[in-house]
């Protein structure tokens, strides 16, 4: 094993930290859902993601965060990822990733969902369903050990097989008691990820973003975040955290009432 990553694996009571900080998530996600419809702000979503933390006695890691100031991403049709919550109001046939990520006991918990908001057009549905598909294909992939480069071997082919392409600037991560940790799990193969291997006790999140068109990506100059598809078309992510374990991937961030493994998204 790599001396680097031998750091990176929890002992027991660690990765039941992670579980309870997966699983606090996780439940935030389940009490945003009802509310992301037609006629939301998206500072709307973030004040709910505000008040719950705080409810719950939990604190948001984007808050601050490089001096991010919101605690959620809400990134809407062309926004890849990094959508800053504003005075937007959500409207029927938008796409919106919300990406939310809390701090439990020091133990960060990280997901995102791309939601459908009322009557969406084909090719925003396929990319959403391709987002949501591509995720489960690579957690299904993984094995104890395995390199971290086999997400990307499942995950570029079968964007490419549906017409679509994969992000290559914005990368999965592992986490822990920081935010963004080793190792950089890219959602196509790199020399890098041929190396890494995901070893039991390793946690890491997996948060493919497909686009609809041409792979490449434009950051916002002004807000310094906002990063968009080039071309203007859609593009779609979902994201979990998980948990290598002796017996494969565990996902820490299952909700309770979202999209299960085989979600149609497709009418
Ligand atoms: N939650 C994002 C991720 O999956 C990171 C957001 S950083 C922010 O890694 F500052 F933009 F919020
Ligand atoms: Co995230
Ligand atoms: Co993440």
């Known amino acids: 094993m790599l001396k680097k990553q031998k750091k990176l694996i929890l002992t027991e009571g660690q990765q039941d930290s ?52 919101k605690s959620c991403c809400t990134s809407v049709n062309d926004v890849i990822c990094h959508g800053i919550p504003d005075g937007y109001e959500l409207q029927d046939g938008d796409i919106i990733n919300v990406d939310i990520t809390t701090i439990v006991d020091g133990w960060h918990g990280d997901q995102s969902e791309t939601f459908l ?13 391709a987002a949501f598909d591509c995720l489960y294909m690579a957690i299904d992939a993984l094995q104890p050990g395995c390199p971290v480069s086999t997400i990307g071997e499942v995950i570029v082919p079968e964007a490419d097989r549906r017409g679509f392409t994969v992000v290559r600037e914005y990368v999965g991560h592992g986490l822990g008691r920081q935010f963004h940790l080793d190792p950089s799990i890219p959602h196509f193969p790199n020399r890098e990820s041929r190396k890494d291997r995901l070893y039991p006790g390793m946690c890491f999140t997996v948060e493919p973003m497909i686009n609809a068109g041409s792979r490449y990506t434009r950051c916002d100059k002004k807000d310094g975040w906002t990063v968009r598809t080039k071309d203007g078309k859609p593009s779609a992510q979902f994201e979990h955290t998980i948990l290598m374990t002796d017996k494969g991937p565990e996902i820490l961030t299952l909700t309770e009432h979202g999209p299960r493994r085989g979600h149609q998204f497709i009418k």
Request: glycine share 8%.
């Open 18 to 69: 992670m579980r309870r900080a997966g699983r606090v998530n996780a439940r935030l996600m389940d009490f945003l859902r009802p509310h992301i419809v037609a006629g939301i702000k998206t500072q709307q979503i973030d004040d709910l993601v505000v008040q719950w933390t705080n409810d719950h006695g939990h604190k948001a890691a984007t808050l601050g965060y490089q001096n991010y100031t």
């Open 117 to 129: 908001i009322g009557d969406v057009s084909d090719e925003r549905r396929a990319v959403t369903q």
